[in-house]
């Protein structure tokens, strides 16, 4: 019988993987790859990237990861308020200037400055509920955090809007992978938080790329981790769990004393049949939406007007933000090296119209905007690469928040990880797998401890 058996090789299955390594642990993922929604390629002095791009740092458990592991990363560099819109880049200002300085007619002006106060008092008032409070466990403060502004839309919020000042809010809201007609008012004024305070929040970029981490510690795990192997069935008895799965064909069956389940919502609520009914509706209720990412690598030797930018927001365009992952390596490098590595993410309706077309046609669109935006830039792509997520991410909508409760609520030895419960993304998921990962040594400690015919076998030496 396992110690552990770990159920989702992306962020959350690594991170309750290397926090468990001590003990007698399986880790299996379905897919040919580890890492989730976290995939990068590096090439030469850069790297491509279609999913995660920026982490937690500081006093938070990615940092905890990252430093544990002993994976480097560093702050973001460059501008992260880029706008390219109606013909018009503007990389340096104030944001508050943009509505003024882009070319649209006065009434998207005015309803954009009048709708950009609103979502300011809200961004203040979000700081406030958002700020974790003497005594409070982050359990807690998540369920606060959900109940934001959770009974309307953010497009509910905000208005009719004239079709100019509505496309500039759409960047920064639709990253969520929903459209401002989904998410929830509470999610989309978090986002402009996010964007506005980007040192207090996502701000490290993995050196190397994100796949530096994920590959690091699927290594470290080594035949830990089995590939291709699907779960079809998680069942609890008394003291166990039982994990049926396939691995290149072949029906298989692990026993394990619990199992930490970190897949998307949708295949929890699949897969582990007897958890709690209502947990079980509760996971089902949980809503994906999906992205497509491209990533691009040229060969310009000279210096570029994307330079200085990590981020520039491309409203009325087939990808809502480009993303200069080469300007990591701009703010390390003495002189400009040959070469740029951007990434292009279309989230929500963006991507449901582009996951009906072949990856030839969805280069092609991308390459024509990205010339629009970047003028000559598609005659400098020596490599481009289409990545499709249909189910990308998970986001708040309304009525999100009732469910909190239920999807934290602790007891029994299945264990439940993933960015699907809490707010912070990739932080969620690393921080509710070391949670897990935590109350899975409990469980063992206690199994230990009052095993019938003397106790268990201990953990490998650390």
């Not at 560093?74 to 508050?96: F, I, Y």
């Amino acid at each position: 019988m396992k110690d552990v058996v770990i159920v989702g090789g992306g962020i959350a299955g690594l991170a309750a993987g290397w926090r468990l390594r001590h003990w007698d642990t399986l880790l299996l993922e379905s897919e040919g790859r580890v890492g989730g929604r976290i995939r990068s390629e590096r090439r030469g002095p850069y790297w491509l990237n279609w999913g995660g791009h920026v982490y937690a740092g500081g006093n938070s458990s990615t940092g905890w990861l990252l430093r544990d592991t002993g994976i480097d990363s560093t702050p973001v560099t460059g501008s992260l308020a880029g706008l390219s819109m109606n013909g018009k880049l503007l990389l340096k200002g104030r944001v508050e200037s943009y509505p003024f300085r882009i070319p649209m007619p006065w009434s998207a002006r005015v309803g954009m400055v009048k709708a950009g106060a609103k979502v300011a008092l809200a961004v203040a008032k979000y700081a406030r509920i958002v700020r974790l409070r003497p005594g409070e466990d982050e359990a807690t403060r998540q369920r606060r955090v959900y109940g934001f502004m959770n009974d309307r839309t953010f497009s509910d919020f905000i208005g009719d809007l004239p079709e100019d000042a509505e496309a500039l809010f759409t960047p920064t809201v639709t990253r969520s992978a929903a459209d401002i007609d989904q998410i929830s008012a509470g999610a989309g004024v978090g986002y402009f938080s996010l964007v506005w305070n980007i040192g207090a929040g996502l701000s490290q970029s993995i050196l190397g790329g994100a796949s530096t981490l994920t590959e690091s510690i699927a290594a470290a795990l080594s035949d830990r981790v089995r590939l291709n192997a699907t779960v079809d069935e998680i069942v609890q008895k008394k003291g166990s769990v039982i994990v049926r799965y396939r691995q290149d064909g072949v029906e298989q069956e692990v026993e394990a004393r619990c199992v930490v389940l970190a897949t998307p919502a949708t295949v929890s609520h699949r897969v582990a049949v007897d958890l709690d009914r209502d947990l079980r509706e509760a996971l089902s209720k949980i809503v994906y939406g999906p992205y497509v990412s491209a990533a691009f690598l040229t060969d310009e030797t000279e210096r570029q007007v994307w330079d200085d930018a990590y981020a520039i927001a491309t409203p009325k365009r087939s990808f809502n933000v480009l993303l200069n992952h080469s300007n990591i390596q701009r703010g390390l490098e003495s002189e400009r090296q040959p070469g740029s590595s951007i990434m292009t993410f279309s989230p929500g309706s963006l991507a449901r119209r582009l996951l009906e077309l072949d990856d030839d046609d969805i280069r092609r669109i991308y390459l024509d905007d990205l010339g629009q935006v970047l003028p000559g830039f598609a005659d400098k792509v020596v490599e481009a690469e289409v990545h499709r997520w249909p189910t990308g991410a998970p986001y708040c909508f309304p009525g999100r928040g009732a469910l909190q409760r239920t999807l934290t609520r602790r007891g029994g030895r299945v264990l439940l990880a993933g960015d699907y419960l809490g707010t912070l993304y990739t932080e969620t998921a690393i921080q509710t797998a070391l949670r897990a990962a935590q109350e899975a040594q409990s469980l063992l400690a206690t199994d230990r401890q009052t095993a019938p015919h003397g106790p268990a076998p201990m953990p490998a030496a650390m």
